[in-house]
């Protein structure tokens, strides 16, 4: 393979194509079980761009710019699946009982299509004229210069790829063995505290130590923070003004409290952090949009001709398809409403949903896309989007119905402030990954225009895949806070984002939003806010405290955070461990790659495991009867996960040194 670069280099080829749309649909379905999960995705242009060069390499003529638009299309997978943050929604509040293919398919094709154009004029601004430092681009370009600059480099992408194999073996086969009840499924401890209670808890999952190990030691040591706040302070302070009830087990109270209460002043910490990081980086987006519009003006009157390495898709084409998608949105808004109680009130909500889409999704896509150069794409705070659109889209929608106002309406309008939240969402996340690509594709002297093609590319094929992936689950699992009423398993899935995204719009349209839990929460992050802003001063950037992250820990079980926070903290020290030996920075990459496999394999477990329980209609189809206690299933899970983890951070290490040595 070549790492030069020709005049012009051999990018979009179908073989790529063809590779680019398989790790998509792979991905795609592991990440929409992840976010379903726990509320959190996982960034996948690095492993997809180790895949795609080990795999690649059996052409002598594949170009590393070909193998930058592998990735560009496979990323759409990490960023598009973030809309079961909301979807799930419209089940929970009993709008739907199954996932429709093609409103679902409908909603993410075309927000992921203006996602892709509304960022297309901030590309100079934000990427080849900025100092942003995209970590995550920089971080799948250095992948790809190293994995085909030399045979050093060959080696290390064929190590990355048995990494990518070996941590989805192993954690699809840990997670049979919890599916198969021959190991605890969360290991947990629940107590009481006087007349209160409370505990902690983990799930046994390694997709989660392999999300923590991605996220990195600040979010690591801010989640933790959040689960001390929560489980050590507030779930203890609550459960004791609230007595439980007799016969009561000390795990029922604390779980009743934190569901009922903590949570949503969880709610109220993401809120308020998000708004206050949006607020910070308003004045360097309009900076950038600024930057944007006299660079288009001065390349327009100088009528220079620009380097291939410097070309979009034509301003014209981009204004063309934004206008088009107007239409099918806009039909795609119109038959959401047919033959409900608001069809009346069609067209005056039509309007006021693409309009919404037209002007929230470019602010949406505009502040996604700078934050993905100022802290990643995967630390994006995606969840305060999420929550400000629909904020907004409620209160829109709110506005048009409210003459007609009932139970029924009610529900209506809900539904429909979800469904164009869905499409904003879309439009906010692809938007976040463009511009992540295209610094990659900057550092490896790509073709945007072809990165652009690329991503609508893997845009499509995403959004094929969410729907029925996302049937399936819905089948099989159901979600928390939904009817069920044909779902086969009686555990299902907690969609927390989708739970809160679902309750803020209930709460704003049927003004009974529990507003003093979310204003203990305000007051919380306010708090954190300042704290991270001392330290972050104190320490010259050097350490902080993103209120974020804690306030996602408030929010989401602990049975999800503590495994991710045990994965940043061994992730940490491995990396300490490692990286003044040889082959240190190589093995760094390696125990990346094999986290994502330990996501990758859990989660397309699960997928299958949906798909076994719905032809076998029984919710547990691999139970296999066994005398083991508790206490002693959640001991051979710790002994077994541990042991995993151990083992294969050791094989990162000797083949790091391997690599190099």
Not at 234 to 240: A, D, E, H, N, R
Request: one cysteine or more; glycine letters at 12%.
């Amino acid at each position: 393979m070549s790492i030069a670069a020709p005049s012009t280099p051999k990018e979009i080829t179908l073989r790529g194509i063809i590779l680019g749309i398989l790790i998509t649909l792979i991905f795609t379905a592991a990440q929409v079980y992840l976010g379903l999960k726990v509320g959190l995705t996982f960034a996948t242009s690095i492993p997809a761009a180790v895949i795609s060069m080990a795999l690649l390499s059996a052409f002598k003529d594949a170009t590393i710019q070909e193998n930058n638009i592998v990735q560009t299309i496979a990323s759409a997978a990490g960023t598009l699946a973030s809309v079961i943050f909301v979807l799930p929604g419209l089940l929970m509040i009993g709008w739907w009982a199954h996932v429709p293919f093609w409103p679902t398919f409908g909603a993410c094709a075309i927000g992921g299509v203006l996602g892709v154009m509304y960022t297309v004029p901030l590309r100079r601004a934000l990427v080849s004229q900025s100092d942003l430092p995209y970590p995550e681009g920089v971080a799948a370009a250095e992948v790809l210069k190293v994995g085909m600059a030399s045979r050093e480099g060959a080696a290390e992408g064929k190590a990355g790829l048995r990494a990518v194999i070996w941590g989805s073996v192993t954690s699809a086969l840990f997670a049979a063995g919890a599916a198969a009840k021959l190991l605890a499924a969360e290991v947990s401890i629940y107590f009481r505290t006087g007349t209160g209670a409370t505990g902690v808890g983990a799930s046994s999952s390694l997709a989660l130590i392999g999300a923590g190990h991605l996220m990195g030691i600040t979010v690591g040591v801010a989640m933790g923070v959040g689960t001390i706040i929560a489980w050590g302070i507030l779930v203890p302070i609550m459960t004791s003004l609230t007595p439980a009830a007799a016969g009561m087990s000390a795990a029922d109270h604390a779980l009743s409290i934190w569901s009922k209460e903590v949570r949503m002043m969880g709610a109220g910490v993401i809120g308020i952090a998000a708004i206050i990081t949006l607020a910070g980086l308003a004045k360097p987006i309009l900076g950038g949009l600024k930057s944007a519009m006299e660079t288009a003006r001065k390349a327009k009157l100088d009528g220079a001709v620009l380097d291939r390495t410097e070309m979009d898709l034509p301003i014209f084409i981009v204004g063309l398809v934004t206008l088009i998608a107007m239409v099918p949105a806009g039909w795609l808004l119109a038959s959401f409403l047919q033959g409900g109680v608001l069809a009346s009130l069609t067209l005056p909500l039509v309007a006021v949903g693409v309009g919404y889409i037209l002007i929230a999704g470019m602010f949406a896509a505009a502040v996604c896309g700078y934050m993905a150069g100022l802290i990643g794409s995967s630390n994006s705070p995606v969840s305060g989007i999420a929550i400000l659109t629909i904020l907004g889209a409620a209160l829109s929608v709110g506005m048009v119905g409210r003459a007609v106002m009932g139970p029924e309406v009610a529900q209506s309008l809900i539904a429909f402030a979800l469904f164009v939240t869905t499409v904003v969402l879309a439009v906010a996340v692809i938007g976040n990954d463009n511009l992540q690509d295209l610094k990659t594709g900057q550092l490896v002297n790509a073709t945007p225009w072809k990165q652009q093609v690329g991503l609508l590319i893997g845009v499509a094929a995403g959004s094929c895949v969410v729907p029925p992936v996302l049937e399936l689950l819905n089948h099989a699992n159901g979600f928390q806070g939904a009817p069920n009423l044909d779902s086969i398993s009686d555990q299902p899935l907690a969609a927390p984002q989708a739970l809160l995204i679902s309750t803020l719009a209930k709460g704003v349209i049927g003004g009974n939003l529990q507003w003093d839990l979310l204003g203990y929460g305000v007051l919380i992050g306010l708090v954190l806010v300042l704290i991270n802003f001392a330290l972050k001063k104190s320490s010259n950037d050097k350490y902080s405290l993103p209120p974020l992250g804690v306030g996602l820990a408030i929010y989401l079980p602990s049975a999800v955070i503590t495994p991710v926070v045990i994965g940043a903290v061994t992730g940490w020290l491995f990396d300490r461990a490692v990286e003044k030996k040889v082959g240190g920075e190589a093995a760094k990459r390696i125990g990346v790659l094999v986290m994502s496999g330990f996501i990758v394999g859990e989660s397309l477990f699960n997928v299958a495991l949906a798909g076994l329980i719905v032809l076998s209609g029984k919710g547990e189809p691999l139970a296999i009867a066994n005398g083991m206690s508790e206490g002693q299933g959640m001991t051979v899970a710790l002994i077994v996960g541990a042991a995993i983890v151990w083992g294969l951070y050791r094989w990162s290490a000797r083949n790091g040194q391997a690599v190099h040595g």
